[in-house]
């Protein structure tokens, strides 16, 4: 079965870098966008970008520009999401998504998220 | 960017009702939304897709409505394990966006 999974929780002190990884399995990597979207603690959904494991393109979210960094590994089906210069803001369940497409216009693609990967908690503290 | 706000925020209902949420864009989206059930700790899960179509495996309990800027979510009939919090996301255009959520609870 199509199946995300993350990797594990992590501390982080104000000013660093963290990175978490999305493994995918149970379908072709590069035929689907990966999206990434957090959740702060007692808050809604954040969509934060996406990349493409095709050919590693991104788009990011205004919101994160220079901060965040989307890469692949496409002979481990792995996705990662980079958040550099962390703030106790960025406190926050980090959430991979494959993306279906609903529809395309103007070369980009648009869709709904499912599955979701199960989750990372970012923790910001000094 | 197209802000997602949902009405309402949080209500308490027993099992065995009928439970309308709203969703509401602030500039027309077509049909291009779609709703997820969240639970404590775990990750959002797809339950309607282009505002009425249902995702496999969801029960036909759940049904979705609507088109340009405002959409709804009804369960017909809330069984237990629907108490939950539900989000609509908009994927008309980037920035993509979610609704602040809707928190179902028992009365």
């Known amino acids: 079965q199509v199946q995300l999974v993350q990797s594990g929780a992590e501390v982080k002190k104000p000013g660093a870098s963290v990175k978490v990884s999305c493994k995918a399995s149970g379908y072709t990597f590069t035929g689907y966008y990966m999206h990434w979207v957090r959740q702060a603690p007692g808050q809604g959904l954040e969509w934060m970008g996406w990349?493409?494991?095709?050919?590693?393109?991104?788009n990011y979210a205004q919101k994160f520009q220079g901060r965040v960094t989307m890469t692949r590994d496409t002979s481990i089906s792995t996705a990662y999401m980079e958040l550099s210069r962390l703030r106790s803001d960025d406190t926050a369940v980090y959430y991979c998504a494959r993306v279906s497409v609903g529809y395309c216009s103007g070369g980009s693609c648009y869709g709904w998220f499912d599955p979701w990967g199960q989750g990372t908690l970012v923790t910001v503290s000094s | 960017a197209i802000r997602m706000t949902q009405s309402p925020s949080s209500f308490s209902a027993s099992t065995g009702d009928r439970v309308t949420i709203t969703c509401r864009a602030s500039?027309?989206?077509?049909?291009?939304l779609a709703w997820y059930q969240q639970k404590p700790g775990k990750a959002p899960k797809l339950l309607i897709y282009?505002?009425?179509t249902l995702q496999s495996g969801v029960p036909s309990r759940f049904s979705g409505s609507g088109s340009g800027t405002d959409f709804t979510l009804t369960i017909s009939c809330l069984q237990s394990e629907d108490f939950a919090t539900y989000y609509c996301?908009?994927?008309?255009?980037?920035?993509?966006?979610f609704g602040q959520g809707t928190k179902l609870e028992i009365k």
């Open positions: 990349i493409n494991p095709n050919s590693g393109g991104t």
């Open positions: 282009a505002a009425s």
């Open positions: 500039q027309g989206i077509s049909s291009y």
């Open positions: 996301q908009q994927y008309y255009s980037y920035p993509l966006g």
